[in-house]
């Protein structure tokens, strides 16, 4: 079974200030890896993925994570906060169905990113 | 291009009551899934379609809950007999088949309320 962990239901930061996110995963085989970030009463908005090619994700908004299977992380990093990044964070991962190509993910219980002036 | 989109928004029933929820996928996207975001479970996936492959109905947490895809692009996702715990967003999303670890597509949901 795959699951992920995220630490930190909630996280403030100021505005211009570094954006710290965390996720741990658990997998079996080699993961799929992902960020998604929800803003409030909308759906979710893939920001990165990591599908095993360069360790180092860049993705939109100024994100970027890095995979590292020694930690089993995928902490999600942007240098300077800004009030619209404001919105729920969710981590998570995905395996291969038997059958087909379909990706099921996931998810981590998610972070709250509340950002101060 | 247009996203996924899903109908109601919102949804209030009654305790008892069948409910019809609908997504319409992005065009040409194989793949159909079906989340559902609640308080108290977080987010959970119910469903999955591929194609005309038989659905993977892996995570529907009782048999009240049904899904089908017709023509290989509009989902349905029923519940019949509504209890107060299926309040919650169900979310769909919509993928392409092209590479491994594709990404999803998310509609906006539908906010189900049951009283």
């Known amino acids: 079974a795959q699951s992920v962990t995220q630490l930190g239901s909630h996280v403030s930061v100021s505005e211009g200030a570094l954006v710290l996110l965390r996720c741990n995963y658990s997998s079996s085989v080699p993961p799929y890896l992902f960020w998604y970030v929800q803003y409030p009463n909308q759906g979710l908005q893939l920001l990165l993925k990591?599908?095993?090619?360069?360790?180092l994700v860049k993705g939109i908004n100024g994100f970027e994570a890095e995979f590292k299977k020694s930690e089993t992380s995928f902490h999600l990093t942007k240098p300077s906060a800004h009030m619209s990044d404001a919105a729920e964070y969710f981590c998570a991962v995905s395996r291969q169905f038997r059958t087909g190509g379909g990706n099921k993910l996931t998810f981590g219980t998610g972070t709250q990113l509340k950002v101060e002036l | 291009g247009a996203g996924v989109s899903q109908s109601p928004s919102n949804k209030v029933t009654e305790k008892g009551k069948d409910v019809e929820l609908r997504c319409d996928p992005i065009s040409g996207h194989t793949a159909l899934y079906w989340y559902r975001q609640s308080l108290g479970q977080g987010l959970e996936f119910l469903i999955y379609?591929?194609?005309?492959?038989?659905?993977?109905k892996s995570g529907l947490p009782s048999d009240r809950f049904s899904a089908e895809r017709t023509g290989g692009s509009v989902s349905t996702l029923t519940i019949q007999r509504t209890q107060q715990e299926d309040s919650a967003v169900y979310l769909c999303a919509s993928s392409g088949t092209r590479d491994r670890g594709h990404e999803q597509y998310f509609g906006p949901g539908t906010r189900l309320t049951v009283t």
């Open positions: 379609f591929q194609g005309n492959s038989a659905p993977d």
């Open positions: 990591y599908t095993s090619a360069a360790t």
